[in-house]
């Protein structure tokens, strides 16, 4: 069993059904086609940087990897990639891939929830009464398992 990951270069859509949206076409356009497309310089840069973390599927002798399919890179088509990985080891590797992609100015989607990545709500600073210490609420989705904190705020109410 694998999960999957997508990574497009581009402009991050609106929200995560135009996301979906976009997968499509590109899949449709780049990976479920007779024809062949290098990967762009910015998807095999990203590449490298995954391959940095964790070896190649094809050299990787002491099973550590998470990818499915080698060579990695042979999942990249143009400006797109969309690629799989173990499951056992998706929480760490698929974090690491959309920080990775998001630290390159790439898109990364979640195609098994439908959701770009990674998941970051921004933090909430709500006040309980007034006069009172307000504190700010913040959510992490990481590897599909929210996270929840309340911290102080130094926001006044």
Same mark, same amino acid.
């Given at each position: 069993?694998?999960?999957?990951?997508?990574?497009?270069?581009?402009?991050?859509?609106?929200?995560?059904? =135009? $996301?979906?949206? !976009?997968?499509?076409? *590109?899949?449709?356009?780049?990976?479920? %086609? #007779?024809? +062949?497309?290098?990967? /762009? @310089?910015? =998807? $095999?840069?990203? !590449?490298?940087?995954? *391959?940095?973390?964790?070896?190649?599927? %094809? #050299?990787? +002798?002491?099973?550590? /990897? @998470?990818?499915?399919?080698?060579?990695?890179?042979?999942?990249?088509?143009?400006?797109?990639?969309?690629?799989?990985?173990?499951?056992?080891?998706?929480?760490?590797?698929?974090?690491?891939?959309?920080?990775?992609?998001?630290?390159?100015?790439?898109?990364?989607?979640?195609?098994?929830?439908?959701?770009?990545?990674?998941?970051?709500?921004?933090?909430?600073?709500?006040?309980?009464?007034?006069?009172?210490?307000?504190?700010?609420?913040?959510?992490?989705?990481?590897?599909?398992?929210?996270?929840?904190?309340?911290?102080?705020?130094?926001?006044?109410?």
């Amino acid at each position: 069993m694998s999960y999957d990951l997508a990574v497009w270069e581009g402009s991050k859509p609106a929200d995560d059904v =135009i $996301a979906g949206e !976009v997968l499509t076409q *590109l899949y449709d356009r780049y990976i479920d %086609t #007779e024809e +062949e497309f290098p990967p /762009s @310089p910015r =998807i $095999a840069e990203y !590449v490298a940087g995954l *391959l940095a973390r964790w070896v190649d599927l %094809t #050299e990787d +002798e002491e099973d550590t /990897s @998470p990818w499915s399919t080698g060579p990695l890179i042979g999942e990249a088509a143009g400006p797109f990639i969309y690629f799989p990985m173990r499951y056992s080891m998706a929480e760490e590797a698929s974090a690491y891939a959309a920080d990775l992609a998001a630290s390159m100015g790439l898109v990364c989607f979640d195609p098994q929830l439908r959701l770009l990545r990674p998941w970051l709500l921004p933090p909430v600073s709500v006040c309980s009464a007034p006069g009172r210490q307000p504190v700010t609420r913040s959510l992490v989705l990481a590897g599909g398992t929210a996270r929840y904190g309340i911290l102080p705020s130094s926001i006044p109410c």
